[in-house]
């Protein structure tokens, strides 16, 4: 029994001793592994030889092959390696000639790049001088990680994407393709306010199938240079699966709306409590819409001073301007029927906010969880797609999922502070485009003047803020619509309905302050 307590007591002398020593750091080695962002960044517009000395005692990286010979749709005899590293996702390209085709999508590597030289090739950052002999294949079949970023963002900072794999949710494809035109070659993937090139070689296994007019599209972001030397943004889909959520080209002879085919009734902008995923919009049809056969798009916009580009200036995109401050859902399935009343909004689908009533059994055509998620096509996440305060914003229905900006609402309405700055620039003619509704006009009634933006001319109509703030409030839009002249008898005005967490559907969707059709 003595010798057990001995050698316990022993035991934690030892334990006590170690825990008291001073650790040597400079006695550590350091790491054989540089993270592919920290390689990129010594790139600083010169050729640079890689040493262990500018690498801080490294001499490898590590990553996942997201390249894949197989398709056809990739630089010829190019690896691209891609790598995470403290949260950053980040690439490079590495050209092995011949070799390349022993490398496929989902390929674990570790390379030794001492001595290896980067540099760019026709404004693509490169990893040369690498053979096989570099080379250790430690799998294969890994999963691959996607990256869900809109157009802008890729311009804003095209290296921070450059040789990873991107998807661009619900872009339009430019020109608009017809029947019969195909993938192969360069098309623009529309997505706001901003585009860039969806690149398909002529040997890719999906080259000849059908172009669709929109789709979310996945792919390995390449910075060239095109004729003029200026930087050519490009995505390259590996596969046709890489293509999804695709509508086809729009028939010349199809059915379209007319006018007014759907009417604004209302929207809860500031729920009680926290907003996020939280707002929604009120809708009226005036005629039978299957929307999988006539899809629309519903936008939003917000233009307080923080989320207007160039010191708050009018967005030269107008309603396709995206970032912080468009945001777009689009409608491409279900049934509305003349006279019923639909919803799109935040994915909670309470009638106000937190612990509210849930209204997911109204007939919801579409809902985002916006806070975490970008819009479909432009638009980027956010706790709030509707300000609840300050300068004006808006909410637009459009004809079609393909928004620019000069796409002409169906419908459309303003609320919120009069100031002008950040939502018309009458300079450069460029804003927000209005609909002829009961309140909007392009054309002045009076003096046959053009006025093709709100705040432009006679288009002064804005719906104030509801306060106070936080209460809890849903604006009812009501007036008389004629639904065979497609016009208003009665011109829509607005109360402001204080709503409790018990409130119930009919409240917002009956009454004598709601629109109503003939």
């Given at each position: 029994?003595?010798?057990?307590?001995?050698?316990?007591?022993?035991?934690?002398?030892?334990?006590?001793?170690?825990?008291?020593?001073?650790?040597?750091?400079?006695?550590?080695?350091?790491?054989?592994?540089?993270?592919?962002?920290?390689?990129?960044?010594?790139?600083?517009?010169?050729?640079?030889?890689?040493?262990?000395?500018?690498?801080?005692?490294?001499?490898?990286?590590?990553?996942?092959?997201?390249?894949?010979?197989?398709?056809?749709?990739?630089?010829?005899?190019?690896?691209?390696?891609?790598?995470?590293?403290?949260?950053?996702?980040?690439?490079?390209?590495?050209?092995?000639?011949?070799?390349?085709?022993?490398?496929?999508?989902?390929?674990?590597?570790?390379?030794?790049?001492?001595?290896?030289?980067?540099?760019?090739?026709?404004?693509?950052?490169?990893?040369?001088?690498?053979?096989?002999?570099?080379?250790?294949?430690?799998?294969?079949?890994?999963?691959?990680?996607?990256?869900?970023?809109?157009?802008?963002?890729?311009?804003?900072?095209?290296?921070?994407?450059?040789?990873?794999?991107?998807?661009?949710?619900?872009?339009?494809?430019?020109?608009?393709?017809?029947?019969?035109?195909?993938?192969?070659?360069?098309?623009?993937?529309?997505?706001?306010?901003?585009?860039?090139?969806?690149?398909?070689?002529?040997?890719?296994?999906?080259?000849?199938?059908?172009?669709?007019?929109?789709?979310?599209?996945?792919?390995?972001?390449?910075?060239?240079?095109?004729?003029?030397?200026?930087?050519?943004?490009?995505?390259?889909?590996?596969?046709?699966?890489?293509?999804?959520?695709?509508?086809?080209?729009?028939?010349?002879?199809?059915?379209?709306?007319?006018?007014?085919?759907?009417?604004?009734?209302?929207?809860?902008?500031?729920?009680?409590?926290?907003?996020?995923?939280?707002?929604?919009?009120?809708?009226?049809?005036?005629?039978?819409?299957?929307?999988?056969?006539?899809?629309?798009?519903?936008?939003?916009?917000?233009?307080?001073?923080?989320?207007?580009?160039?010191?708050?200036?009018?967005?030269?995109?107008?309603w396709a301007e995206g970032g912080?401050?468009?945001?777009?859902?689009?409608?491409?399935?279900?049934?509305?029927?003349?006279?019923?009343?639909?919803?799109?909004?935040?994915?909670?689908?309470?009638?106000?906010?937190?612990?509210?009533?849930?209204?997911s059994s109204a007939n919801w055509?579409?809902?985002?969880?916006?806070?975490?998620?970008?819009?479909?096509?432009?638009?980027?996440?956010?706790?709030?797609?509707?300000?609840?305060?300050?300068?004006?914003?808006?909410?637009?229905?459009?004809?079609?999922?393909?928004?620019?900006?000069?796409?002409?609402?169906?419908?459309?309405?303003?609320?919120?502070?009069?100031?002008?700055?950040?939502?018309?620039?009458?300079?450069?003619?460029?804003?927000?485009?209005?609909p002829d509704n009961d309140h909007?006009?392009?054309?002045?009634?009076?003096?046959?003047?053009?006025?093709?933006?709100?705040?432009?001319?006679?288009?002064?109509?804005?719906?104030?803020?509801?306060?106070?703030?936080?209460?809890?409030?849903?604006?009812?839009?009501?007036?008389?619509?004629?639904?065979?002249?497609?016009?208003?008898?009665?011109?829509?005005?607005?109360?402001?309905?204080?709503?409790?967490?018990?409130?119930?559907?009919?409240?917002?969707?009956?009454?004598?302050?709601?629109?109503?059709?003939?």
């Open positions: 029994m003595k010798r057990k307590i001995f050698y316990i007591v022993l035991c934690f002398s030892a334990l006590f001793m170690s825990a008291c020593q001073k650790h040597d750091f400079a006695a550590g080695e350091l790491s054989p592994i540089i993270a592919v962002s920290d390689l990129r960044d010594l790139y600083k517009g010169n050729d640079v030889t890689l040493t262990t000395d500018n690498m801080l005692g490294a001499t490898e990286i590590v990553g996942i092959v997201i390249s894949n010979p197989d398709s056809g749709n990739v630089p010829k005899d190019m690896v691209i390696l891609q790598n995470i590293r403290r949260q950053l996702t980040r690439g490079i390209a590495i050209p092995l000639g011949a070799a390349a085709a022993n490398y496929t999508s989902g390929d674990s590597l570790v390379v030794t790049v001492n001595g290896a030289i980067l540099k760019k090739v026709n404004g693509t950052l490169q990893l040369t001088g690498i053979t096989e002999a570099n080379i250790q294949k430690i799998s294969s079949g890994n999963s691959v990680t996607v990256q869900s970023v809109s157009s802008y963002s890729i311009k804003s900072n095209p290296d921070a994407y450059e040789n990873t794999l991107v998807q661009v949710k619900t872009a339009t494809v430019s020109p608009a393709p017809v029947d019969g035109d195909t993938y192969a070659g360069d098309k623009y993937l529309v997505n706001g306010a901003d585009s860039v090139i969806m690149h398909t070689e002529e040997t890719a296994n999906y080259a000849t199938e059908q172009l669709p007019a929109s789709a979310t599209v996945t792919g390995i972001l390449f910075v060239g240079q095109d004729e003029s030397g200026n930087a050519s943004l490009q995505i390259w889909p590996r596969y046709s699966t890489d293509i999804t959520d695709k509508t086809a080209p729009i028939d010349p002879n199809g059915p379209k709306l007319g006018v007014g085919p759907i009417i604004i009734t209302g929207y809860a902008n500031d729920t009680k409590g926290a907003d996020g995923n939280y707002e929604y919009f009120q809708f009226m049809a005036t005629k039978t819409i299957d929307f999988s056969k006539t899809p629309v798009a519903v936008v939003t916009c917000t233009n307080a001073g923080s989320a207007a580009p160039d010191a708050g200036d009018a967005p030269s995109g107008g912080g401050r468009t945001y777009k859902f689009n409608i491409t399935e279900g049934i509305v029927h003349k006279g019923d009343i639909f919803y799109v909004g935040g994915s909670n689908k309470r009638i106000d906010g937190p612990n509210s009533t849930d209204i055509v579409r809902s985002i969880p916006y806070t975490t998620t970008d819009g479909d096509g432009f638009g980027s996440k956010s706790s709030g797609l509707l300000p609840n305060s300050g300068n004006a914003g808006g909410i637009a229905v459009f004809d079609g999922i393909n928004v620019t900006e000069t796409s002409v609402p169906v419908d459309a309405v303003f609320y919120g502070g009069t100031s002008t700055k950040t939502i018309y620039n009458e300079t450069d003619n460029k804003g927000y485009r209005i909007y006009h392009p054309i002045d009634p009076a003096t046959s003047a053009a006025q093709p933006f709100v705040y432009q001319g006679t288009n002064t109509y804005v719906i104030p803020h509801s306060t106070p703030a936080d209460a809890g409030i849903f604006v009812k839009l009501g007036g008389k619509f004629d639904s065979a002249t497609k016009k208003w008898i009665t011109p829509r005005s607005y109360v402001h309905y204080t709503l409790s967490l018990s409130s119930e559907l009919s409240e917002i969707e009956t009454g004598a302050d709601v629109t109503v059709i003939q």
